[in-house]
């Protein structure tokens, strides 16, 4: 109809006349009629549906909770002892034990949910699995652990809780890494390839409670109340304790004071020995510049078998340097002393020194390599030789260092 309206209007237009009262009643009763035309389409074709939307998509299942990270390394070596040692093993050493040979020192597994007070969360846990060559030195010694095998290959399991407690209380269950000197166990974040003399004599772990408390925004004090030094198991029915406190004046500089005291001879016949066993531990760490990076360790330590013999005394420390070239290559050096007094830590009593010089190259992201040179030396002559007959007061060894990384846990493990 619309047409029809449209060719009225316009022929009366044209012609230039005004319509006549029958063609108004006519245009009238032709605009009812389209309003009711209107009207029953609408009717007709029903509601009008709604344009087609796309439908959700399932929500993917996650492999891990939020906030969990996953990561993988890989550490092997191959090292060269210029005195070619019978034993075919490097005297006092903690990872790079082997002479001549392609080894894998670790392979390891960190699973970490850390605790996230932004988020509202106060609860977490660490996994940290191990294998290869560094698990036997680590947590393999059946002088220490009643049943070596069963947690051999736990290097660190802990849970975490922070009580609503002042400015946030973290406690700890589980077996966690001794803070008991500078160095630690993944060589990806140390200044060396091989560890000092100090990382192999103080304990690498402990089983037990630990308690941290902030007590200003720069000081941390903690209290740990264990098994004992690298013990699981207890073997002696007696805890050992400590006390550590944690320094960051800056972000250049760190400090660290510890003590850890207990009965650390095992048990015989059911009877342990009441003598004692006490560690101080002080360390720091100062990055002077962009490249310039010093570290230093203290240490003291005293056994007795008990009350009333004759006490073991190991005493020294070490000190570092490191420069970075740029961000991928740097040169660190160390040298570090050890009096050992009584044989505690080499089963013999003599003065240790270890010079070593470790040159790192990060050549992709996740992939480094070391290149190192150590000389050890003695007071005596302790260090094999090819002949069990002729032992020497020193070793140098030299070795190649390929380190692989990969995960989501960031900054130092």
Known sequence: MKPLLLALATAAALAQEPLSEREKELLARLEKLEARLAVLE????????PPPTRAAKPEEPQ?????????????????????????AANA???????????????AGLIVERAPDLERGRRVGARLDLMF??????????????????????IFQA???????????????????????????????????YSRSYWFNFLPFYH??????????????ASYWLTNGANQTEDFNTFKSQAVALNLVPSRRFSANLQYFGGRERRAVNGRAPRGRSHIVDGYFTWHATDRWSFAAEADYAISRVDPTSAPQRVIGGAGYARYRFNPRFNVAGRFAYLRDSGGLFSGATQSLKDTT????????????????????????????TAGPERPKREQTAALLGLIWWFGGKRGAW
Not at 44 to 49: C, E, F, L, R, Y
Not at 215 to 220: A, D, E, H, S, Y
Request: proline share 7%; no cysteine.
């Open 207 to 220: 089983m037990g409670f630990r308690a941290t408390y902030p007590v200003t925004g720069k000081l941390n």
């Open 357 to 384: 010089v470790t040159a790192t190259f990060d050549l992709l992201d996740g992939f480094q390599m070391r290149w190192e040179v150590r000389r050890d030396g003695s007071d005596t002559a302790f260090f094999p």
């Open 92 to 106: 006092l050493r903690a990872y790079d034990v082997s002479h001549n040979s392609l080894s894998v020192n670790q």
């Open 132 to 153: 290869g060559q560094a698990t036997e030195t680590l947590q393999g010694s059946p002088a220490n652990e009643p049943r070596p095998f069963v947690f051999r290959h």
């Open 42 to 49: 609408a009717k007709a074709a029903g509601p009008v549906p």
């Open 158 to 192: 802990y849970g975490t809780v922070v009580a609503p407690v002042g400015r946030g209380l973290t406690v700890d269950f589980g077996k966690w890494a001794s803070s008991l000197g500078i160095e630690g166990n993944y060589t990806k974040d140390q200044w060396n």
């Open 63 to 87: 492999a891990v909770p939020p906030g969990t990270a996953v990561t993988v390394n890989l550490d092997g070596y191959f090292g060269y002892n210029f005195n070619r040692p019978y034993t």
